[in-house]
């Protein structure tokens, strides 16, 4: 409460430093964004040279065929229990990081951790096709050591998609758990043990609540850019593929119906919203 | 309730012994303070003692049963952080019940105790309150509320007023000196403030360099200092280093100080006399002679007025002595001034050189 008051009396002088920013904000999202919002009352791209009017028909066909809907809970879906494995992975790791580890076996194991961020999107997603493919890296090595012959052909299935997404976006999980369970101190968690409570305890009543801002944060960086990720379920899921995010893709880059794309898009953005408002103040009563 | 027996315990961190044999008997319901400059393993006893930490080699017993395998939360121990680690997700009345609730007391039973801690502390109507809300000596005594309602066996405080002001720091030593008798828990607090360790504790220890130095009731540690470093460390002190005379030391330039008290040591030995700067006389003159009362002549450099008292910078033979003189309005002496400077060997303790 405090830093909030703070932050206001600073606003002003703050302002100089801020203006770059939100020049560039608007420049880069707030312009292209609203022409996309403009596009998706269109009924034809005006670029195309074809004639076009005002129509909100783009929306209409979300609501008019029930496959739109099926796709964006399946998305919805596939964002929570994506995020859910970036918690299960990412909060441990986070954990051992911040109070386990120190110094230099501190640095190289986050290296590893953000070493996906620094590798081409791509090359990753064609990284773990190789792995997951039959008769590919993790099917020759289980065969290398198992007595048994096992077939595993994880490509082209819901799970890949699972294991390429998780993978992209753990680091974000780690980094903002992380840094506010590094600023958690360690006396907080003496403090609990002095006072009789197991270290499971300690975790849940103390680190966990108090953790709580980065293990949000994290959730929702990950959570949104899933639920529209189009990458990694069209490699990694093949025909399985098909989410919210592919089809709105489909529109822009191989059907060419930007109208129906954006409309797609902002629907997407709206439900988006409202799972983050409806979520926020039962996150902020928990923490 | 239950003493705490420390008995040759030693810690070393690499190469750094920070703590070296080290035995201290905790008397049960007794406050004992740990004294010591920084660094000197204070902290690192505690740690010990709490279970944070694990001596190399060496036994600790609480109320008579050793410790070794016993983890911190199984210790019974109270503990106060320096920085009070207040858990600042809770209210103030969830901190204090934290104890209670873990170890899954009736919600009724914690209501009651957690009403009790905070009315000894005095804060009986701020239970609703966030941490951040409260002041520096308002954290400290939810710190401490937190950590007596569970009753533990052993207190244990790590410089718990070192973050408070002066004045607020003396309210607050009134205040646990009384919830401790109240409570008769037996009380060991760390602290660099040799005033709050002489007003607030039945024993003090003196660590230097990971070793208990010396170990006693506070009057006895100031009357009888056992090292140079005890009797500047804890109070100040005039420190004259010659050979011993059995009775007393020679100075260099042949002047001779009897020591009444101290160590008994064999003529020739090199050895020191601490003398407390209010246990000196001063005067212009050197009047009527006064039976076996060392004497020494000086000259007044310097003169710091203090209120009560004031304190004279004394040279003589190239060493700077102190001498503190209650201001009755009696005559000043001006700086420049020479005199006399007189004790009784009763005053001066017998030390052997380290
Ligand atoms: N975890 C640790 N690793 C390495 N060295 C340590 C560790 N804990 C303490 N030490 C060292 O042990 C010595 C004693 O430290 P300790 O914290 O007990 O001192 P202290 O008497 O409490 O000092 P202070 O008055 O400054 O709090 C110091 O030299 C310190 O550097
Ligand atoms: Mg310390």
Not at chain 1, 125 to 154: C, H, Q, Y
Not at chain 1, 218 to 223: D, E, M, Q, S
Not at chain 2, 283 to 312: C, E, H, W
């Amino acid at each position: 409460m405090a830093a909030a008051t703070a932050s206001r009396s600073g606003l002003r002088s703050a302002l100089p430093l801020l203006a770059p920013a939100y020049l560039w904000l608007t420049v880069a999202i707030f312009l292209p964004l609203s022409a996309m919002v403009f596009f998706s009352f269109m009924t034809e791209l005006p670029l195309s040279g074809k004639p076009w009017t005002f129509t909100l028909g783009n929306y209409a066909t979300f609501f008019s065929q029930s496959l739109y809907l099926t796709l964006l809970l399946a998305s919805l879906r596939l964002g929570l229990e994506v995020t859910l494995w970036c918690v299960v992975i990412g909060y441990p790791a986070a954990y051992v990081l911040a109070k386990v580890l120190k110094g230099r076996s501190r640095e190289a194991i986050f290296l590893l951790v953000i070493l996906p961020f620094w590798s081409n999107g791509l090359v990753r997603i064609f990284s773990w096709a190789m792995v997951l493919r039959e008769g590919g890296i993790l099917d020759t090595a289980l065969n290398a050591v198992l007595p048994f012959k096992i077939n595993i052909d994880l490509m082209y299935s819901y799970p890949a998609v699972i294991i390429g997404l998780v993978h992209s976006y753990v680091p974000y999980m780690v980094l903002t758990c992380y840094l506010t369970l590094q600023a958690i101190d360690d006396s907080l968690i003496e403090a609990g043990r002095s006072l009789g409570a197991s270290r499971l305890q300690v975790l849940k009543r103390v680190i966990i609540p108090l953790s709580m801002p980065g293990l949000v944060a994290g959730a929702a960086l990950i959570f949104v850019p899933v639920v529209g990720s189009f990458m990694e379920p069209r490699i990694l899921g093949g025909r399985t593929g098909t989410f919210y995010g592919t089809v709105i893709e489909d529109q822009f880059v191989a059907v060419f119906n930007w109208p129906l794309g954006a409309a797609l898009s902002f629907i997407l953005l709206a439900v988006v919203l409202v799972i983050l408002a409806v979520a926020s103040p039962v996150l902020r009563r928990a923490a | 309730m239950a003493g705490v027996q420390v008995s040759d315990v030693s810690r070393s961190f690499g190469a750094h012994k920070a703590l070296d044999n080290v035995s201290i008997d905790f008397a049960d319901g007794g406050f004992y303070a740990l004294l010591g400059p920084s660094g000197s393993g204070k902290t690192t006893l505690l740690r010990q003692i709490a279970g944070f930490d694990f001596p190399d080699s060496g036994r600790i017993t609480i109320g008579g049963e050793s410790v070794e395998r016993v983890p911190v939360e199984k210790r019974r121990i109270g503990m106060v952080f320096q920085n009070y680690a207040l858990f600042p997700n809770m209210s103030v009345a969830d901190n204090v019940a934290f104890g209670l609730s873990v170890r899954g007391e009736a919600k009724a039973v914690i209501a009651t105790e957690v009403q009790r801690a905070l009315d000894l502390v005095q804060l009986g109507k701020l239970g609703g309150r966030r941490p951040h809300q409260l002041s520096g000596g308002q954290r400290q005594r939810v710190a401490l509320a937190r950590a007596i309602v569970t009753k533990p066996r052993v207190l244990l405080l790590d410089e718990p007023l070192g973050a408070l002001d002066k004045a607020l720091r003396v309210d607050m030593q009134i205040e646990l000196k009384r919830i401790q008798r109240e409570i008769g828990i037996t009380t060991i607090f760390v602290t660099h403030d040799q005033e709050e360790a002489l007003t607030m504790s039945d024993r003090i220890g003196i660590l230097r360099d990971g070793r208990l130095v010396q170990e006693g009731p506070p009057e006895e540690i100031y009357d009888r200092p056992k090292s140079e470093f005890a009797a500047t460390f804890l109070g100040d002190a005039n420190i004259f280093r010659g050979d011993s005379t059995g009775d007393g030391i020679r100075l260099a330039d042949g002047t001779a100080i009897a020591a009444g008290v101290g160590a008994k040591l064999a003529a020739g030995a090199k050895a020191s006399c601490a003398v407390r700067p209010e246990r000196i006389r001063i005067a212009r003159d050197a009047g009527t002679p006064d039976g076996n009362a060392n004497m020494l002549k000086g000259q007044v450099s310097k003169r710091i007025f203090a209120g009560s008292n004031s304190t004279y910078f004394v040279e003589r033979a190239g060493q700077t002595l102190k001498v503190i003189v209650q201001n009755t309005g009696m005559e000043r002496l001006a700086e420049g001034q020479d005199v006399v400077l007189r004790w009784s060997p009763e005053s001066t303790v017998l030390i052997a050189a380290n």
